[in-house]
């Protein structure tokens, strides 16, 4: 019984990961003010009522993986201030509300779950410095969205989806990786300055011709364009 603990004003951490908990009272969260992680990895949740959690102020990492979620509405996170992190790979997760607003938030991870569309226009995410929506089932990334939303993206991991074009904006400034490894891409092309690009991954896809020809990236290591049908690079 978690009303019952009398150090919530002082616990900063709870890890309930690796248990059998399908269903948490968040109500009785609300006096834990002073809570930084809630660690609820590998359990058998698939709801979980977020409003309660606003009132953990303090609150920076929030860690829901491997979980049974199918659908989650992130609204109400807009309300913790200080979030940082937020993973929820791992899940069956087809929908996913991202209307939210975190003025802190470095790290949104939703790798392996069933999203076929991820929706960021009503979204505002100005520090997102790394998104990682690997293995799913995305047929498309709108990367001048992507851009837009969040200004700060700096790594993006999107291999083992379904992609079939990769069109990204001039002048990335922060853009330092981008791995698209193992999706449906058949042809790249890629113009203009990024100055923090340091890697680019595209293995394991249906490329025949790459167009790199007007790429400017002094910063740049590493170009993986292998297993691909190539016959063409400018």
Excluded at 22 to 49: G, H, M, W, Y
Excluded at 57 to 78: G, H, T, Y
Excluded at 110 to 131: A, E, Q, T
Excluded at 196 to 205: G, P, R, T
Aim: proline share 4%; aromatic share 6%; with cysteine.
């Amino acid at each position: 019984d978690l009303d019952a603990l009398t150090c919530s004003k002082t616990l900063h951490t709870l890890n309930l990961s690796t248990n059998k908990i399908s269903q948490l009272n968040t109500e009785a969260l609300k006096n834990f003010s002073k809570l930084r992680f809630l660690n609820l990895f590998n359990n058998t949740l698939n709801s979980l009522d977020f409003a309660p959690l606003t009132d953990c102020e303090s609150l920076n990492r929030l860690v829901l993986a491997k979980n049974r979620f199918r659908k989650i509405d992130l609204e109400p996170i807009q309300n913790l201030p200080y979030l940082l992190l937020l993973d929820l790979s791992d899940n069956l997760l087809e929908e996913l509300n991202l209307t939210m607003s975190n003025p802190l938030l470095h790290s949104l991870i939703l790798d392996n779950n069933r999203l076929s569309v991820l929706d960021v226009d009503k979204c505002s995410l100005p520090m997102l410095s790394l998104l990682m929506v690997a293995e799913n089932m995305l047929s498309s990334l709108d990367f001048v969205m992507l851009h837009r939303v969040f200004p700060n993206l700096t790594k993006i991991f999107a291999w083992g989806n379904q992609l079939t074009t990769v069109t990204l904006p001039n002048g990335w400034g922060f853009l330092s990786e981008l791995q698209c490894n193992s999706n449906r891409i058949c042809e790249l092309t890629i113009h203009g300055e990024y100055p923090s690009l340091v890697e680019l991954e595209f293995a394991y896809n249906d490329i025949q011709t790459v167009d790199l020809g007007k790429l400017q990236a002094l910063a740049l290591r590493k170009i993986n364009l292998s297993f691909n049908p190539l016959v063409s690079i400018i």
